[in-house]
Structure formats: structure tokens, C-alpha cells
């Protein structure tokens, strides 16, 4: 699994705007092929510090989002941030034998 993350920093008077075209956009990256999940954030401290976390199956997936065109919007929309936005991408794998060490993750507590 691959994951994308976006740090957006963004100007008060334009954050309803950016969190407007990024929600209306975020079903739709969901329906793209290969895409787990993708989710939009809020920073409780900051109100205009806002994140973008997309999870991808594969390289080829996340290459192919990364070329469309509702990325593209989302990437035009990032003029409306008060400093350059980060973009960081994490491999993500889960270790064999994890299950018999916390054998309840994923599951509520007893």
C-alpha cells in the first residue's frame, strides 16, 4: 500500500473554498481504480491547517490519480494557500507474525 499526504496550510478567508472543491471531489478519487481510501482533515489546533490521505494498492494506481484530472483541480486549487503545500508519499507494509503479537487490532477493546 502507498500512501499520499497533503499539508496545506490555507488562507482563512479561503478555507470553505479549498475544503468545498476538495470534499466534492474526494467521492470521486474514491470510485478511481486501485484507490483504498481518501480522507480530508482538519487540524485541531489550526483551523486552516487542513490534510489530504490517500491510500493506493499500487504505484501504477497512485501514478495514474496523480495524472488525472481531478488531481489536476485539487493542485489548481492550491493557490489558495498561504504557503507551499507538502507532498509526501509512504510505503506501507504489514509484517508477517504481527497478528500473534496484537492479535485484536482492528477490533474494539474487551
Known amino acids: ?27 470521486f478519487i474514491r470510485m478511481e481504480k486501485g484507490c483504498e481510501s481518501c480522507d480530508f482533515y482538519q487540524s485541531i489546533e489550526d483551523e486552516n491547517r487542513l490534510f489530504l490521505l490517500e491510500e493506493w494498492d499500487t504505484r501504477k494506481n497512485l501514478m495514474a490519480h496523480l495524472k488525472s484530472e481531478r488531481f489536476k483541480v485539487i ?29 485484536k487490532i482492528g477490533r474494539s477493546c474487551d
Open 75 to 103: 493542485r489548481g486549487a492550491m493557490c489558495l494557500l498561504r504557503e507551499p503545500y507538502e507532498m509526501m508519499f509512504h510505503a506501507v507494509f504489514h509484517p508477517k507474525g504481527m497478528e500473534e503479537i496484537y492479535p
Open 1 to 27: 500500500m502507498i500512501l499520499l499526504s497533503i499539508r496545506m496550510n490555507v488562507l482563512s478567508e479561503k478555507r470553505l473554498e479549498l475544503s468545498q472543491t476538495i470534499a466534492s471531489l474526494s467521492g
